[in-house]
């Protein structure tokens, strides 16, 4: 796996998922595991299979938080320039056709958040405007068509 670029909050909440995951959801499906067993015949036992199954999925996602962390790059909040756009900086956009102003935090795929205005760099939005500088206007191609944006404040 490559490197995962994170904040500090980020890894915590990696680290608090994967707490819960060993040490809650783990138990819990031996437990289920361990009831259906004890039902008798294992190789028609529904219960049996579907705890197995989940038992699979749970281990998968246990590897794939364990990997995001061993390979996890701490981003350096306090490196953070303003000049021009990039990771963890605060955008203010104002969309030309409608004048309609957004504000959006350019951060990590996994700490996006659409409803506390997180985007991930990987959208159209931010790579439109990674490395522009306030007063620039970039067209970006989202879904309805392309959309002029200006770029009205860069912070942190």
Not at 22 to 36: D, K, L, T
């Amino acid at each position: 796996m490559s490197q995962v670029y994170l904040t500090k909050d980020g890894l915590a909440k990696l680290k608090k998922e994967l707490d819960h995951l060993m040490n809650v959801e783990r138990p819990a499906i031996s437990r289920m595991i361990g009831e259906a067993i004890e039902k008798g015949d294992i190789s028609e036992n529904a219960e049996y299979d579907s705890a197995k199954d989940a038992q699979g999925m749970l281990e998968a996602k246990i590897a794939e938080l364990q990997a995001k962390i061993a390979n996890a790059r701490i981003l350096d909040e306090s490196k953070i320039k303003t000049s021009k756009v990039q990771i963890l900086n605060i955008v203010t956009i104002r969309n030309q056709k409608n004048n309609a102003t957004m504000k959006y935090t350019l951060v990590p795929e996994s700490e996006a958040d659409l409803k506390q205005g997180k985007i991930s760099v990987n959208t159209p939005i931010a790579k439109g405007l990674m490395g522009k500088k306030v007063g620039d206007v970039v067209e970006i191609k989202v879904p309805s068509g392309i959309i002029p944006f200006e770029i009205v404040d860069i912070s942190i």
